[in-house]
């Protein structure tokens, strides 16, 4: 088992910056690929950025390439999103999500543990 809890989401004007944070424990954390996911009200999940277990490889959404960036630390067991130019359209809840790391995809039906979400709100 791996247990995650996010952190950092807020209220934010239009163009400004958030970092959420994601702590994990249980198993060793650098043998999973992690990612990022958010959901919106009436909308599916969806996906926003992935990293593979060393950090050197990392994946966007169309939708927030180029103003968000993910990192993780293997030594803290975190994982980070950093995002920047925040729109309104980027309001929803985000959620943190560990996979296996030969999976190459977006699904979050192949993620298997996940955090509670924290609440991003983008206001204009």
């Known amino acids: 088992q791996v247990q995650l809890v996010e952190s950092g989401g807020g209220l934010v004007q239009a163009g400004g910056s958030l970092r959420l944070s994601c702590a994990a424990s249980?198993?060793?954390?650098?043998?999973?690929?992690m990612a990022w996911f958010r959901q919106a009200p009436g909308k599916e999940r969806e996906f926003v950025s992935a990293i593979n277990r060393s950090g050197g490889s990392t994946y966007y959404a169309d939708s927030v390439k180029g103003r968000f960036t993910i990192s993780r630390d293997n030594v803290k067991n975190t994982v980070y999103l950093q995002m920047n130019s925040l729109k309104p359209d980027d309001t929803a809840v985000y959620y943190c999500?560990?996979?296996?790391?030969?999976?190459?995809?977006?699904?979050?039906?192949?993620?298997?543990?996940w955090g509670q979400g924290t609440q991003v709100t983008v206001s204009s």
């Open positions: 999500a560990a996979g296996p790391p030969s999976y190459g995809g977006t699904y979050a039906s192949r993620f298997d543990y």
């Open positions: 249980g198993r060793t954390f650098s043998n999973y690929k």
